[in-house]
């Protein structure tokens, strides 16, 4: 059995997660299935593959990975089910765009042969007939991480779909000196496509010149700082407050690298 990690922007206020692990627990029985986010910013593509990107260095090889931010759900996109050194489900929208950077697929099939799991248990009501279409997540990717989970092949789901026809976000990372503000963390923290941050060097952003630092405390309360996140990417941080609002950040801000300072020249020495 393959572990399933899970992440979603159903939030927690309704049962909707609660019901695509009960669908995972009755089609594999056993199967540990963890949470990785669910309080994403609804239908936000670019932040939940930032949070995939963040999860999937620690994931182990063969896990099933269950990401459901799906705004096109009921459409014509494609169900995918998509294999790297780990099984990817979930809608073909561009949300593996980042993870796929760290991993990428080698094969890849349409979710098309699931069966949605069915009511059972309750008394019918008259004219009732639950399912619908907006609920990918119990009816499609749930069966679908499930029969990956088990072990079972996935050319059983669905035909074939070349990997270079995969959708992805226009996305890049890079190591600069130009990148621009990917998304941001529920602190504020703007988390940008920058591979690196030279201590000592600065950033430019919205007309602001920004010292790159360690960690927060390295400037005073309520000052900004740039520093190396934890997942690798430069950061645009506040000391004890939010880069967005302080900053007026959005994303696709542009940020720019700037070398750190030229040392003044030696002085002159004396002249004979």
């Known amino acids: ?48 593959a930032y949070a995939l990107f963040e999860a999937v260095p620690y994931l182990p090889e063969g896990g099933v990975i269950l990401a459901v931010v799906d705004p096109g759900v009921g459409t014509r996109r494609r169900a995918i089910a998509a294999l790297g050194r780990r099984l990817y489900v979930g809608p073909d929208n561009g949300l593996f765009t980042l993870a796929w950077l760290l991993d990428p697929p080698i094969r890849a099939h349409e979710i098309a042969r699931t069966s949605p799991p069915s009511p059972k248990g309750i008394l019918p009501l008259p004219g009732w007939a639950p399912g619908g ?110 880069a967005q609002e302080a900053l007026g950040l959005r994303e696709g801000t542009p940020v720019v690298i700037a070398p750190p300072p030229s040392a003044p020249p030696p002085p002159e020495g004396p002249r004979r």
């Open 133 to 242: 279409h907006t609920f990918h997540g119990r009816d499609l990717f749930a069966p679908a991480a499930a029969h990956l989970a088990l072990g079972l092949a996935p050319e059983g789901l669905g035909p074939e779909v070349p990997v270079r026809d995969l959708v992805r976000l226009p996305l890049s990372l890079t190591p600069g000196p130009q990148g621009e503000v990917l998304t941001f963390d529920r602190f504020g923290n703007a988390i940008t496509t920058l591979l690196r941050a030279p201590l000592g060097g600065f950033v430019e952003v919205a007309g602001k010149r920004i010292p790159i630092r360690k960690t927060f405390a390295d400037v005073e309360k309520g000052e900004a700082v740039a520093y190396l996140g934890s997942a690798g990417l430069l950061e645009i941080g506040i000391n004890g407050g939010s």
């Open 1 to 48: 059995m393959r572990p399933i990690f899970f992440l979603s922007d159903f939030g927690l206020e309704d049962p909707y997660v609660g019901v695509v692990k009960a669908v995972l627990w009755e089609k594999a029985p056993g199967v540990p299935v963890l949470d990785l986010a669910h309080a994403l910013p609804p239908q936000d593509l670019r932040r939940a």
